[in-house]
């Protein structure tokens, strides 16, 4: 069964929304945090955010990259995209505590930046690759 064209360009641009999503709450977010410890109570993100990130980026990432391989052929942004996946997976067990780490909360924001930008270049590498043909 083939998908229609418009849905793997529109999961790609999902997953680049939660790409960004991702990367808003893990650099900018602790920086503003860091900058005005005050707001802290008033911008805490639920405990869960991690989670639904994550159980949102895993369909994106899989409907775009399966559109954009079966467009293209290369194999680059799938693996990039699911080391991405794999990365925010460890961020969110880093997080929930299921993985101890000495700095746990380092941890958290080291996986999890770094799968955001991985997934966030799978993404952006589907889309330039997708459109070239």
């Given at each position: 069964m083939s998908l229609p064209a418009a849905r793997p360009r529109l999961a790609d641009?999902?997953?680049l929304a939660l790409s960004a999503t991702?990367?808003?709450?893990?650099?900018?977010?602790?920086?503003?945090?860091?900058?005005?410890?005050?707001?802290?109570?008033?911008?805490?993100?639920?405990?869960?955010?991690?989670?639904?990130?994550?159980?949102?980026?895993?369909?994106?990432a899989a409907v775009a990259m399966r559109g954009g391989w079966r467009r293209h052929g290369h194999m680059a942004p799938p693996l990039t995209a699911a080391a991405g996946l794999v990365l925010l997976a460890l961020g969110l067990a880093a997080h929930e505590g299921w993985i101890v780490f000495a700095d746990a909360a380092a941890a958290d924001r080291l996986f999890t930046s770094a799968g955001a930008l991985g997934l966030t270049g799978a993404h952006l590498a589907n889309w330039r690759l997708s459109h070239r043909h």
């Open positions: 641009l999902t997953g991702c990367l808003v709450h893990c650099l900018a977010l602790p920086m503003l945090l860091l900058l005005a410890p005050a707001l802290g109570h008033w911008i805490a993100l639920p405990e869960w955010t991690h989670a639904a990130i994550l159980l949102l980026a895993l369909p994106a």
